[in-house]
T-cell receptor, first 114, second 114 residues
Framework: AQSVAQPEDQVNVAEGNPLTVKCTYS??????LFWYVQYPNRGLQFLLK??????LVKGSYGFEAEFNKSQTSFHLKKPSALVSDSALYFC????????????FGSGTRLLVRP | DTEVTQTPKHLVMGMTNKKSLKCEQH?????MYWYKQKAKKPPELMFV???????INESVPSRFSPECPNSSLLNLHLHALQPEDSALYLC?????????????FGPGTRLTVL
């Protein structure tokens, strides 16, 4: 079965410090991985995706993610956190069958303190 | 136009009411989706339309009835809902249903069933 796990319910970081939000996946075949962010009472916003190629993927708002095949991980990173980055972050993997469904992780709440 | 719009933003309905949620996109996307999201949980897929045809129904109760009148519009008709159906209903679209296509989400409709 294909799945994605976000082991941390919440990540706390001080403004200006680097941040990492963790994601691990389990898929058969090559993974298609996505990160989304959700602000309160809003829909999800696409941040970045990994399909193939370079293991370091750059996305919106200064975020990047590193694909690591041996560790089956796709951690989201940002060199310098902003208070406005505080939100709920979802990792997702595309199901490798004819449905092409997205499976979301449980979500990680990022809290950036001033 | 790079956004997905949803109306209404908020909806309160009784268990005997009939109401509809509407979703619209003008990005030329050929796949559209309905998700249900409970508080602090990831979105759960309900329906997928591909080229205006229903391609996935995730065993959703018949009190939810989707409709895709054309490639830009997606409706969700609601009838005889239960209080446990209260949630944020998200619409999304993508260029197609292929693995690499990211989904773009609308802001959602906050539904409360009394």
């Amino acid at each position: 079965a294909q799945s994605v796990a976000q082991p941390e319910d919440q990540v706390n970081v001080a403004e200006g410090n680097p941040l990492t939000v963790k994601c691990t996946y389990s898929v058969s075949g090559n993974p298609y991985l996505f990160w989304y962010v959700q602000y309160p009472n809003r829909g999800l916003q696409f941040l970045l995706k990994y399909i193939t190629g370079d293991n370091l993927v750059k996305g919106s708002y200064g975020f990047e993610a590193e694909f690591n095949k041996s560790q089956t991980s796709f951690h989201l990173k940002k060199p310098s956190a902003l208070v406005s980055d505080s939100a709920l972050y979802f990792c997702a993997v595309r199901v490798m069958d004819s449905s092409y469904k997205l499976i979301f992780g449980s979500g990680t709440r990022l809290l950036v303190r001033p | 136009d790079t956004e997905v719009t949803q109306t209404p933003k908020h909806l309160v309905m009784g268990m005997t009411n009939k109401k509809s949620l509407k979703c619209e996109q003008h990005m030329g996307h050929r796949a559209m989706y309905w998700y249900k999201q409970k508080a602090k949980k990831p979105p759960e897929l309900m329906f997928v339309y591909s080229y205006e045809k229903l391609s996935i129904n995730e065993s959703v109760p018949s009190r939810f009835s989707p409709e895709c009148p054309n490639s830009s519009l997606l409706n969700l008709h609601l009838h005889a809902l239960q209080p446990e159906d209260s949630a944020l209903y998200l619409c999304a679209s993508s260029q197609g249903t292929q693995q690499g296509n990211e989904q773009f989400f609308g802001p959602g409709t906050r539904l409360t069933v009394l």
